[in-house]
């Protein structure tokens, strides 16, 4: 029966049953035409007896099909009709719905991905981050401490670590990648805490991470399809890593990437492998590298396991790196469920703001589509009367409009999810510029039901209104009217009204947020970073198989600058020990003291070894004293020389010249250093870093070792530079080599991936929403005009110029925008401190800012908004006497 029901949707007719009416009715005619009527007559009593035919069609049609679905179907068939008369309002309507959807599809998306999703590995909710305090600084993990924290404690399934392997090469049958991929190395246990199963093979275990243990290597799915095609005969292949011989014992899971949302490793390896790997025991002594995971147990709570942690954090003090009895050690037990933020501390506040401006842009779309179903209503409303006047209710042409937006929507969603899909993609390209993160884009059941939600969501908000406006009609002035209501107060003219101030009040929010974030990121990337940006590169170098002393020997530093001065092209160059932004290792700030008294806490300035003509090289001016020569030899005095606030923070108001001060850093130990030059502030570590003091050392005065990092001043084409370098740096240490050649502008970019995420897509979004501001603000003048054209053209005919006319109309679209600008105006007071800490140099208040969001979106609104006045006013005053 439901099938044949089923069936019966698409059916137009039923063939048979009018052969039986048609029959019937013949059968009837004959009856009365034996009874003695005349045919005439018989027809007629035939037809009487026999009930409308119509209706006796619409009663079977009921029984043999399904009544609810079959009047949506009718709703859709109709609403196809009205699609096909205006295909400009529903390609424009569909068009500008995708954008809103997609846009708000493929952010969501990327903060999924990102914020809140938890790992995809058994009961996430188990995982904590044991993150070690000493004295309220954090502290890492080394791995003896690790190691004998996880042997004694009882409260926590097990406590495991991974950090980046020190991969300088990696050869696959004889064939040396051209590109190194990240690695990573962790404990034995860490596959089986961390909660995941391989796909192929298997995973190592504490039995593989052992010393003397065969070395072993877990691929993941990415590195196993690019390098192997996704062959299973992968398992039990060597690799050549640094020189070693490591097997392939299994491949990861597509969805597994580790413990750091978007971490790129290629492969994992045992810990105990560091030392063959060529990174030194060091490494293994290290806390700074080192990131440390726990697996709560079920039958323990969180404040037990973090008692006995922090206790043995406490006790092992020995096994730490920092080991000082007058300070305070501590342990807290972070989530762990969505892993390690590296990702979730930079991007959380910037995707959460993201998804409020494109959440914006879909309100002002959707108050956009609700002025024009309005507009459209107002066009229909003799039909509207025709069909109560047959008998509809309101309630059934209420289900008509809404099954128009629902269907506009759908298709709306559709094409969004579509965009989505493409956008999100190029969303991660733009958020990870100068990174190679690993984000899946492919859609699944979140994105999807998101976007379903999203979009059944705005056919309510942009259809419901208009419908339930449409249908307040009455019948009488319904039929008397061609599609026009004269009203000048009417509920239809109030709400489009409304609408537009909506969108102007959203326009205003959304333009002055984009205009703060747009200036924030040009200020960020063009500010004073006290040396010059221009023509200045960095090249970090990385051993290729050399010891330690080999690479990181002062001697090897100084050789290298002087060599690479040679380099045709190249006017300056010197070498860090730290390099510059994003290039190198950021050397942490040292602490200060003086000969005869102990500096606040707030004294700490960053140390860095340099060779002499690195302060020329990065063009850093000398306010007093001297540069770093090369008089400043091992056996010479040692030197420094400190930024203005560097001598603000050591000596106040004192005079700093040739005075002693002592600092250490992680390169070297404490030592007394002479002032001998004082040199302008610079940001070295980050763009967004405030001038803090920052001391350069000569690197010939060290006696620890230093990572060289190549600076160096190019003129003209520098296009060539990497390959020199790197030629000429393999003609002095034939195991270094140039791990890359990046110009500073591009360092400064890609640390400011976060703010240029920011700016463009809401500078994009912001020209959005002025678009579509325009649109609405043409659609209500225009409406407007239309309603007053024969009391237009009765103005002109009486004498009124065409400019008064366009007055009068663009009066009201003054008046929309002065309500829409005051409301917009508070709002953007209130929220724009959201904004306060992702700009910079900048108030969220700044005014020249939100005056500059005002005028432009007023010049925008009026200029679209003088058009159609512009059209009525050259009228001819008798045809606009004439028209209806």
Request: charged share 15%; proline share 5%.
């Amino acid at each position: 029966m439901f099938l044949s029901r089923l069936r019966g949707l698409f059916q137009d007719g039923n063939p048979r049953l009018d052969e039986e009416l048609a029959t019937h009715l013949d059968l009837l005619t004959a009856e009365y035409q034996r009874s003695g009527m005349s045919p005439e007559e018989a027809r007629a009593a035939a037809r009487r007896d026999l009930g409308p035919a119509t209706q006796i069609r619409e009663i079977h049609r009921e029984q043999r099909r399904l009544p609810h679905i079959d009047s949506i179907f009718q709703d859709l068939r109709y609403t196809f009709r009205q699609w096909r008369a205006a295909p400009g309002f529903a390609a424009s309507a569909i068009l500008t719905l995708g954008l809103g959807i997609g846009a708000n599809s493929a952010v969501f998306q990327l903060l999924d991905r990102i914020v809140l999703r938890s790992l995809p590995v058994r009961d996430p909710q188990q995982l904590v981050i044991p993150q070690g305090y000493w004295s309220n600084s954090e502290q890492g993990f080394s791995y003896p401490l690790l190691r004998e924290m996880n042997a004694r404690q009882t409260t926590v399934e097990g406590i495991f670590a991974s950090g980046g392997a020190p991969i300088r090469e990696i050869e696959i049958n004889g064939r040396v990648l051209p590109e190194v991929p990240a690695g990573s190395l962790a404990t034995g246990n860490y596959f089986r805490l961390i909660g995941t199963v391989p796909q192929l093979g298997r995973f190592f275990t504490e039995a593989d991470d052992a010393s003397g243990a065969p070395s072993v290597a877990v691929l993941s799915d990415h590195f196993w399809r690019t390098e192997f095609a996704g062959q299973p005969s992968a398992i039990g292949s060597p690799l050549r890593i640094n020189g070693v011989v490591v097997t392939i014992i299994g491949v990861a899971r597509p969805e597994f990437f580790g413990e750091r949302v978007g971490s790129n490793s290629a492969l994992w390896m045992p810990i105990s492998m560091a030392p063959s790997l060529g990174s030194g025991g060091n490494l293994l002594a290290s806390s700074i590298w080192l990131l440390p995971m726990a697996r709560l147990r079920s039958d323990v709570p969180l404040v037990q396991a973090q008692a006995e942690l922090n206790l043995l954090w406490s006790q092992l003090r020995e096994f730490s790196i920092r080991t000082n009895e007058k300070v305070s050690y501590r342990l807290a037990l972070l989530p762990g469920g969505h892993g390690l933020d590296t990702l979730q501390t930079q991007f959380t506040r910037p995707l959460w703001i993201l998804m409020g401006i494109v959440g914006l842009v879909a309100l002002i779309a959707c108050s956009n589509l609700a002025n024009l179903l309005l507009a459209r209503a107002t066009a229909r409303t003799h039909e509207m009367g025709v069909r109560l006047a047959l008998g509809a209710g309101k309630s059934r042409l209420l289900r008509q409009l809404l099954t128009e937006s629902f269907a506009l929507a759908t298709l709306g969603g559709i094409i969004g999810l579509m965009l989505a899909h493409v956008a999100s993609s190029q969303l991660v390209a733009l958020a990870s510029t100068g990174e190679r993160w690993q984000l899946s884009t492919n859609l699944d059941w979140r994105i999807v039901g998101f976007t379903l939600l999203e979009t059944f969501a705005s056919a309510l908000i942009f259809g419901l209104a208009p419908a339930f406006i449409a249908t307040q009609v009455g019948l009488n002035a319904a039929l008397h009217t061609a599609g026009r209501t004269h009203t000048r107060g009417s509920s239809r003219h109030e709400a489009t009204r409304a609408f537009v101030i909506a969108q102007v009040s959203l326009s205003l929010l959304l333009v002055a947020g984009a205009s703060l974030l747009v200036r924030s990121f040009w200020k960020l990337t063009h500010q004073e970073f006290g040396y010059q940006t221009d023509s200045l590169w960095m090249a970090p170098l990385r051993s290729n198989g050399a010891s330690f002393q080999e690479f990181l020997g002062p001697n090897l530093s100084l050789t290298l600058a002087r060599r690479a001065k040679e380099i045709p092209g190249i006017s300056n160059a010197a070498v860090s020990g730290a390099g510059l932004l994003s290039s190198g290792v950021r050397i942490l700030p040292g602490r200060i003291s003086l000969p005869d008294r102990n500096l606040p806490e707030s004294a700490v300035a960053r140390i860095v070894p340099v060779t002499p003509g690195y302060i020329e090289t990065m063009g850093i001016a000398i306010v007093r004293g001297r540069a770093l020569t090369e008089e400043d030899a091992p056996e010479s005095p040692r030197v420094a020389v400190i930024s203005e606030t560097a001598a603000r923070l050591i000596f106040g108001a004192a005079d700093p010249m040739g005075q002693k001060f002592s600092g250490g850093s992680s390169y070297s130990p404490d030592h007394s250093f002479e002032v001998v030059g004082i040199m302008r502030d610079v940001r070295y570590a980050s763009p967004t870093e405030a001038f803090g003091g920052t001391i350069f050392e000569p690197v010939g005065q060290l006696n620890m070792y230093t990572t060289p990092t190549l600076v160096v001043r190019t003129v003209g084409d520098a296009s060539s530079l990497a390959a020199t370098l790197d030629q000429r740096v393999r003609e002095i240490a034939p195991k270094i080599k140039i791990a890359r050649v990046e110009s500073i502008r591009n360092i400064v970019q890609a640390q400011a991936r976060r703010e240029r995420l920011l700016a463009w897509l809401s500078g994009a979004f912001g020209f959005l929403a002025l678009l579509l501001a325009a649109v609405g603000l043409y659609g209500v003048i225009s409406y407007a005009a239309e309603r007053r054209t024969q009391e237009m053209g009765i103005r002109l005919a009486l004498g009124a110029k065409p400019g008064q006319v366009r007055a009068l109309l663009l009066r009201e679209a003054g008046f929309l925008l002065a309500i829409g600008l005051a409301l917009g105006g508070i709002a953007t007071i209130l929220l724009a401190r959201t904004l306060q800490s992702l700009l910079f140099d900048l108030t969220p208040q700044d005014p020249e800012t939100l005056v500059f969001a005002a005028l432009l979106l007023s010049l925008v609104a009026l200029a679209a908004g003088y058009l159609p006045a512009r059209r009525v006013a050259q009228l001819d005053p008798m045809t606009a006497l004439r028209m209806e």
